[in-house]
């Protein structure tokens, strides 16, 4: 199944959260089986071979995604959540939204100094919370190699934001 293929999988709901904004639901791609697995297997292709310590999920639908690749890898799983979800000591950090900012968090002992961790989640838009992620996981000395996404939205730039990070994507719009 190709990108393509998979990109027709997704549905496209307009006006959701709020008008103007065209919402691009992944839950029609994620109950057909065959979709998901050739989901899973595109976003691990460019990590092939790659020594990766960890995989960092994002909240919320990077964890359908980064559980099954960690798994793919042989590799720790290490959510980063919202402030106030997770129950050990943690560092946060404060990051912009288009309409406000918000708070992600990571327990203080999620990732070791020296650590390959690659991020994933499934939609790369602005890149806010993808760099507050990163943020993060170098406060904890850990060495991202790769930021890994479903969906990229090409026309919001969120590329341009990652200082010229490696990022890799399976669909575009």
């Not at 460019?46 to 639908?61: F, I």
């Not at 930021?147 to 575009?172: M, W």
Request: net charge negative; proline share 4%.
């Amino acid at each position: 199944m190709s990108a393509e293929e998979l990109r027709a999988k997704i549905r496209e709901i307009p006006d959701f959260p709020k008008p103007g904004i065209l919402f691009y639901d992944i839950t029609t791609l994620l109950k057909d089986r065959e979709a998901y697995h050739e989901a899973i297997d595109l976003m691990l292709e460019p990590y092939k071979g790659e020594q990766v310590d960890v995989v960092v999920g994002m909240e919320s639908r990077g964890f359908i995604f980064s559980s099954a690749m960690a798994y793919q890898m042989r590799a720790g799983l290490v959510p980063v959540r919202k402030l106030g979800k997770l129950p050990a000591e943690t560092i946060t950090v404060e990051y912009a939204l288009e309409y406000g900012s918000n708070t992600l968090e990571i327990h203080r002992d999620a990732i070791e100094p020296g650590q390959k961790v690659l991020i994933v989640d499934d939609l790369l838009a602005t890149g806010g919370t993808v760099k507050g992620t990163i943020e993060l996981i170098e406060r904890l000395k850990g060495n991202v190699v790769g930021l890994a996404f479903l969906v990229e939205l090409d026309f919001l730039k969120g590329r341009d934001r990652l200082d010229g990070r490696r990022v890799t994507s399976v669909i575009k719009y």
